[in-house]
């Protein structure tokens, strides 16, 4: 090993409220994209592990679902992928919607206050969005504000949507990883499979083409994945929805919107795997699998 310039490797959970940006803020730093966006809240529902590597620092970042209030059996699996995160994290990068700060910082209750500051990690508050400010010092208020919480080593003000500040955040960022080495190849991006990537880049154009409850309602579960030497790669995936009404939406008229899911998945898992892709879905009904463990567990929450 290099001892002036020795690896350095850590974990760090990219946690928030939902919609603040993180799975856009992970695609930037990695380059890639990894983690499904929507401009819908909830979007993300499990930790999604990236694997950031610039010269002598690899950084695994893990994308987690927004913090929220669980309502449903499926949030409190959420919730539970959060607190794992800030578990096995060597630091945590807080995102606030600069935009939004107030509603941002909700989820700063004094319970999830003692888990942070009783992680002993450091912290980093973010403040994403900046592009939408109408001056990028207007986050100085919110800076001091927040510092009087006492729990932050580091403020950054960035925008992971046009990908500027960034570099700079990633620097500082940086020099709080601890000393180790690699525990991955440094051209890898992630340990998922490909499968759970299609599965997302579904719910994807899911919560892309749908509205109200649908995308809450739906997930998907990969049945068949036959990678082949030749030819098209072979995806069997199912839809799983909440009520037959949902399945109708799904379907749509003449089978017209599931038409349309499908060629936008296939395009979107094309690119993904740089292959040629033969992808089959079909629109099953659960009753109502959010609520029910029998069914998470089955859905691998
Ligand atoms: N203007 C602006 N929009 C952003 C920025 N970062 C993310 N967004 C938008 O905010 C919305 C939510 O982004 P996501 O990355 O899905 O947010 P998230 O925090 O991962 O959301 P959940 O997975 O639901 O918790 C999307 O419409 C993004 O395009 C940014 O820097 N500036
Ligand atoms: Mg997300």
């Known amino acids: 090993?290099?001892?002036?310039?020795?690896?350095?490797?850590?974990?760090?959970?990219?946690?928030?409220?939902?919609?603040?940006?993180?799975?856009?803020?992970?695609?930037?730093?990695?380059?890639?994209?990894?983690?499904?966006?929507?401009?819908?809240?909830?979007?993300?529902?499990?930790?999604?592990?990236?694997?950031?590597?610039?010269?002598?620092?690899?950084?695994?970042?893990?994308?987690?679902?927004?913090?929220?209030?669980?309502?449903?059996?499926?949030?409190?699996?959420?919730?539970?992928?959060?607190?794992?995160?800030?578990?096995?994290?060597?630091?945590?990068?807080?995102?606030?919607?600069?935009?939004?700060?107030?509603?941002?910082?909700?989820?700063?209750?004094?319970e999830f206050m003692e888990l942070l500051k009783g992680c002993g990690l450091p912290i980093f508050c973010v403040f994403n969005k900046v592009d939408a400010l109408k001056n990028r010092r207007d986050v100085l208020p919110l800076i001091i504000s927040y510092q009087e919480m006492g729990i932050f080593k580091e403020f950054f003000a960035i925008s992971a949507l046009e990908n500027k500040y960034v570099d700079d955040m990633m620097k500082t960022i940086a020099t709080y990883i601890p000393e180790g080495d690699f525990l991955h190849d440094a051209e890898d991006l992630s340990t998922l499979p490909q499968r759970f990537f299609v599965s997302e880049i579904i719910r994807e154009v899911i919560f892309h083409e749908f509205e109200q409850e649908i995308p809450y309602s739906a997930e998907v579960l990969i049945q068949e994945f036959k990678e082949r030497e030749h030819g098209k790669w072979y995806i069997a995936a199912d839809i799983i929805v909440e009520r037959d009404t949902q399945k109708a939406i799904i379907i749509g008229k003449k089978g017209e919107k599931i038409k349309t899911v499908g060629q936008k998945a296939r395009e979107a898992a094309e690119e993904h795997l740089g292959m040629p892709v033969f992808l089959e879905i079909f629109v099953k009904v659960r009753n109502d699998w959010r609520d029910s463990k029998s069914h998470l567990a089955g859905l691998g929450y």
């Open 1 to 110: 090993m290099n001892k002036e310039n020795p690896k350095q490797c850590g974990a760090i959970a990219i946690i928030g409220k939902p919609n603040t940006g993180k799975s856009t803020l992970m695609n930037a730093i990695l380059g890639a994209k990894l983690s499904i966006v929507s401009p819908k809240p909830q979007t993300t529902r499990k930790n999604v592990l990236g694997i950031y590597t610039e010269n002598n620092v690899q950084i695994v970042f893990l994308d987690t679902p927004g913090v929220l209030k669980p309502r449903y059996e499926l949030h409190k699996s959420m919730m539970g992928y959060v607190k794992n995160s800030v578990a096995e994290s060597d630091a945590i990068m807080v995102l606030i919607d600069a935009t939004n700060a107030k509603k941002s910082s909700e989820f700063l209750t004094p």
